[in-house]
């Protein structure tokens, strides 16, 4: 029984970081240019396919190809800002119809180049760790990179934006773009930096994640529904709420699935959310309401 | 063979054009009505003396579900390819090309009436293939009205309702008891068993079968079936709560190959040492480069490789297995999967049918697949079987075989019969079939 | 409070009369002009011109919902189970089936109506995917993830030799065009009424909609269950038309379509979200299906999408900040001028 519980919570800790590098974006671009952006799912599937093709495909090393997967990804979305996003900004639903048209786009782009079906990706390690001394227990050194990058890359993201000027700029433009502006920071140049950010991050979670979860074209689907829950249970504004929330969801839904089953770990998941939107309608830590 | 891919960027490219992106596009521009450039057309082989024969393609090819229909109507492009190429089919003294037209049903069942009356009316199709479940209730009313003949591949749309509409090759989840049945001759020591399917309709007629299958061979189930929505991604905690009942053997149901994958790998770090048992195992070369040789070895499921030399039998009825296997490994390179022969697999059986009456009339192609109650499965002579369990004689069901991974390539071991199995344990079957509210006065 | 102002120049009344009265001849001839599949075509095109009208009266209130498309399912499932399972006589249960949708809004807006714009949003989306969970997990009465298959749909009319089966697409084309029809007057005189203007003035100032004694939250209640009962009448009718609904049929992917027929078309005028339906669905089923880019569909839809919002953005500017401005100082029009140009009305000013 201890084996088991041990067990679930490594799984919850790995689906805790998987879900927060994907939320903290999410949470960062919402934060700075008020829109939803609902390509967020195909941010991550880019990163996955990145992997696909440059480690799975033409041999690559397995995290030369993660960090292009990277940089890759964060053009994707100083290029998304740039044309689709920069028009739409504070404009919630326009945002959302040019983010779901991008979506579309990515998704079908991906099936001409790749085909409909899951991919294949080499696992780079098959190196497992018994952390507690205890043969039950197990945690494989590719959930533990998972794990690892989003402690380091989230920390780093922590401290940018509390201790470098950029960083204090973008903040400023999260809590309010027009005194921002006033105050002579360039919006474009912090929705560019969040969006490189945030697809950044997706694109990282997607390329270190692909050789563990069903790599398809439409991968984003299944995380961008969890990650709104996390958001929204996190409080819209906030990154550290995003952050608590991908921890409290993870754990609820990891043991509610293992002890229960996936399906009413679903339906918690969603009531947990409800019930504190009932009673903080605002989130864990959110404080105010752009949409 | 090898199923593993290289692909470059100039593969991809060509992946692109291939995939019909660039001709599609072109026939737009063109202004044609487009009706034939939607369609599979025999690659303007057809002789124009000879006459044609269309057949319509109802199934997803977009969204989630496509991975169920893209793939089936690649197979049936090569089909056409061969059939016509070689004279068309015979009907009546006469020599038909065949063509397919698609449409894409998206998995919805408004699409899937529009465009079912499409086929039917506007491009006058003589047969229709369908993936089946959301999509066909509206079909199967189409169906009885204009006496269309329609395929489905999840017999679980038959209902004493649905005269015209056959499963003739694939008879899920029925054929997983072969793989079970199988296991407990050869490792009579596996007395428990943990079972996880996805929640959906093809999930729980599975789980169904596989406990009925279990019972009949004697092994206890030590937990309740575990599901999941097809939504999951990360398969560590649903390991971990199979793992923890110290269960024998682990039943991957019917997941698909999406879920088999991290599931297998999750058994694998997480340190199963027992059997593992599956519908499908599809890219299974992957799921070896994932775990070891060594952890899949005796992992059983129900779908060979088709370069498997025991498909040469002479009972088998799918034509040229091995260069159909092939052929389709070089023109879509990893795309290859269960559904990608099964449609084939019923054109083989509708040509023999049309060949037979003579006609290419749906009623009397139907008439004859079904003379004598027995028809060509792509694994044997079979029956047309079906009024228990689904309240019509109108699946296909004879041998089925029992795949088991060994030094890293899957083996047919045997190919064994449902209805043998059936009639041995039926009311185990219909017990279960009921508990999970399959049976089909349950299903209306 | 203005009044409905409904009083126009009778000469005036002359124009969008007879354009209206074009365009119904226009849509009682179509369906004789058209092919077998774009009959099929039509009749879901009606039913979802019902769903975006009834989304749109929401939207008035200023809330965004992700969960219309379960409402719709809800009026559908009900339906569609009052038929089958009770026996109800089919026009009675859509009616019966729409009232249940409202009734389960009215329940949802408890919760929801604590929250706004975004949250609210988001919360909408919550509370439809449990309904869509409860819908796959209890197979007694629901189904499960299969759905309710064998849905009685409208009897059949005999008149002397004439015989009206309402499976043929045509016959219910009328019906729905008739249902449709009904519903959006009703739906034009509401929003016309003392209740419509109550739902802008809450939208663009609800502080001082407070002030002067509306209440704001009985108001997004109202326009809720008002916009639910609708959605659930669209859904009945599809219900009954297809014979199978099941959970899949209402998810979010559906709603998203809603949205963007709804926001391309634009939500400022009552004609809007008509237009973008219409527009969008003959692109989608009619063009792209007829150049045969299957697999490139949603490519192409996608950069529709796009050009769409970037480079024609009627359809979005009431949207805007913008016009959040422009309309600061006039809590009282909530109408733009070239609603009424789009409308077919004379200008008032």
């Not at chain 1, 997706?202 to 979860?213: D, E, H, K, N, R």
């Not at chain 2, 491009?123 to 089946?132: A, N, P, Q, R, Y």
């Not at chain 2, 997983?176 to 407990?184: D, F, H, K």
């Not at chain 3, 839809?301 to 024609?312: N, R």
Request: charged share 15%.
């Amino acid at each position: 029984m201890i084996d088991l519980l041990l067990q679930t919570c490594i799984n919850a800790i790995y689906a805790a970081s998987f879900m927060a590098l994907i939320a903290v974006g999410l949470v960062l671009i919402f934060g700075v240019m008020g829109i939803i952006n609902f390509a967020h799912g195909e941010l991550y599937m880019l990163g996955a396919y990145v992997v696909v093709f440059l480690y799975a495909d033409n041999r690559l090393p397995f995290f030369l190809a993660v960090a292009l997967g990277l940089i890759f990804v964060g053009l994707v979305g100083i290029a998304m800002e740039r044309t689709l996003f920069r028009p739409m900004r504070d404009n919630p639903l326009g945002g959302l119809i040019v983010s779901i048209g991008f979506l579309l786009i990515l998704q079908s782009a991906v099936v001409m180049g790749f085909g409909v079906r899951m991919e294949h990706i080499p696992p780079p390690t098959q190196v497992i760790f018994h952390p507690f001394g205890l043969e039950g227990v197990v945690l494989p050194l590719q959930r533990l990179y998972v794990i690892a990058a989003a402690v380091l890359l989230l920390g780093a993201l922590g401290i940018f934006l509390r201790k470098s000027r950029l960083g204090w700029a973008l903040r400023a433009t999260a809590q309010d773009p027009e005194a921002a502006a006033l105050q002579g920071i360039s919006i474009n140049q912090t929705a560019r930096i969040a969006m490189c950010i945030g697809a950044g991050l997706a694109g990282v979670a997607g390329a270190l994640t692909a050789p563990l979860v069903r790599t398809y074209p439409y991968m984003g689907h299944s995380v961008i529904v969890t990650a709104f829950i996390i958001i929204i249970v996190g409080g819209i504004g906030s990154l550290e709420g995003a952050v608590i929330a991908a921890v409290v969801y993870a754990f609820v839904h990891t043991f509610v699935t293992t002890f229960a089953d996936g399906v009413i770990a679903d339906i918690v998941g969603l009531l947990l959310m409800l019930a504190v939107l009932v009673v903080r309608p605002t989130g864990l830590r959110g404080t105010r309401d752009r949409a | 063979m090898s199923k593993s891919k290289s692909r470059s960027i100039s593969k991809v490219l060509d992946g692109v054009s291939r995939r019909g992106f660039l001709r599609g596009t072109a026939a737009g521009v063109a202004g044609a009505a487009g009706v034939a450039a939607a369609g599979v057309s025999g690659s303007g082989r057809a002789l124009a003396a000879d006459k044609t024969v269309k057949i319509g393609f109802l199934a997803p090819l977009t969204g989630e579900v496509a991975a169920w229909g893209l793939p089936g109507l690649y197979g049936c492009e090569i089909w056409a390819e061969w059939v016509n190429g070689s004279g068309g089919i015979q009907v009546g003294g006469e020599s038909y090309q065949v063509e397919f037209v698609s449409y894409d049903n998206e998995y919805a069942p408004d699409k899937a009436r529009t465009g079912a009356q499409k086929l039917i009316h506007e491009d006058e199709v003589k047969f229709i293939m369908m993936l089946g479940g959301d999509t066909m209730p509206p079909v199967v009313e189409i169906s009885n009205r204009t006496g269309m003949l329609v395929s489905t591949l999840l017999p679980s749309d038959l209902t004493p309702d649905t005269p015209n509409l056959i499963a003739p090759c694939e008879v899920h989840p029925i054929y997983n008891v072969t793989g079970v049945e199988w296991l407990a001759e050869a490792k009579p020591d596996l007395k428990t068993a943990v079972i996880c399917a996805q929640d959906d309709a093809l999930g729980r007629p599975s789980v169904a079968t596989y406990l009925a299958a279990f019972e009949a061979a004697g092994i206890e189930l030590v937990d309740e079936p575990l599901f999941f929505d097809i939504s999951t991604t990360d398969f560590a905690p649903v390991m971990t709560s199979l793992m923890a009942k110290n269960p024998d053997i682990i039943c991957l149901d019917t997941c698909y190959a999406d879920f088999v994958h991290p599931l297998t790998e999750q058994a694998f770090q997480q340190g199963f040492k027992g059997q593992m048992i599956s519908c499908t195992a599809d890219f299974y070369d992957q799921m070896i480069a994932k775990t070891s040789a060594e952890f899949l070895e005796g992992f059983v499921f129900q779908f060979p490789d088709f370069d498997d030399p025991a498909l040469n039998e002479s009972f088998v009825n799918f034509q040229k297995p091995n260069a159909f296997f092939s052929e389709y490994a070089k023109r879509w390179p990893g795309e290859w999967g269960a559904v990608s022969w099964e449609y084939a697999s019923i054109m083989d059986l509708w040509r023999a049918g049309a060949e037979a009456a003579g006609s290419v009339e749906p009623q009397e192609v139907l008439t004859a697949m079904k003379a004598g109650g027995t028809g060509l499965h792509a694994f044997g002579e079979a029956k047309w079987w079906g009024q228990e369990l689904f309240g019509i004689d109108n699946a296909l069901v004879g041998n089925w075989p029992v795949v088991v991974i060994e030094n890293g390539k899957a083996v047919i071991k045997e190919y064994r019969s449902i209805p043998d199995w059936w009639s041995k344990h039926k009311d185990i079957m219909i017990k279960h079939f009921e508990a999970m509210g399959e049976m089909f006065y349950q299903r209306t | 409070m203005p009044k409905g102002g409904e009083a126009k120049p009778t000469a005036a009344l002359w124009k969008p009369a007879l354009l209206l009265i074009a365009v119904y001849a226009g849509l009682i001839v179509l369906p004789h002009l058209l092919s077998f599949s774009q009959k099929e075509i039509a009749v879901f095109l009606l039913i979802n011109v019902l769903l975006v009208v009834s989304y749109r009266v929401l939207t008035l209130t200023g809330e965004w919902s992700l969960g219309h498309a379960v409402i719709m399912g809800v009026g559908a499932y009900a339906s569609a189970l009052y038929a089958k399972a009770l026996g109800v006589p089919v026009p009675l249960a859509m009616l019966l089936g729409a009232a249940t949708a409202g009734l389960v809004a009215y329940v949802l807006s408890f919760p929801l109506f604590r929250m706004k714009g975004f949250y609210f949003l988001i919360g909408s989306f919550a509370a439809g995917e449990v309904i869509r969970l409860l819908w796959k997990r209890f197979r007694d009465p629901f189904g499960g993830p299969k759905g309710i298959k064998g849905i009685p749909g409208l009897s059949d009319i005999e008149i002397g030799t004439l015989k009206i089966a309402f499976w043929d697409p045509v016959n219910y084309y009328y019906v729905c065009l008739l249902v449709v029809t009904l519903s959006l007057v009703v739906l034009y005189r509401l929003e016309r009424s003392r209740f419509g203007l109550t739902f802008h003035a809450v939208h663009w100032q609800d502080k001082l909609a407070e002030s002067v004694g509306v209440d704001t939250r009985r108001t997004r209640t109202l326009a809720f269950v008002v916009a639910s009962v609708f959605g659930g009448l669209a859904g009945a009718l599809l219900a009954h038309y297809l014979g199978t609904i099941n959970p899949n049929r209402f998810d979010v992917e559906e709603m998203v379509f809603v949205l963007i027929w709804v926001i391309v078309g634009g939500t400022s005028t009552f004609f809007g979200p008509i237009i973008g339906v219409v527009v969008l669905t003959i692109v989608n089923e009619m063009v792209l299906r007829e150049m045969g880019v299957d697999q490139a569909r949603p490519l192409i839809y996608g950069a529709i999408l796009i050009a769409s919002v970037l480079f024609l953005p009627q359809g979005l500017e009431s949207l805007g900040p913008k016009i959040k401005r422009l309309f600061a100082g006039r809590p009282d029009r909530p109408d733009r001028p070239d609603r009424r140009q789009l409308a077919g009305e004379p200008s008032r000013d």
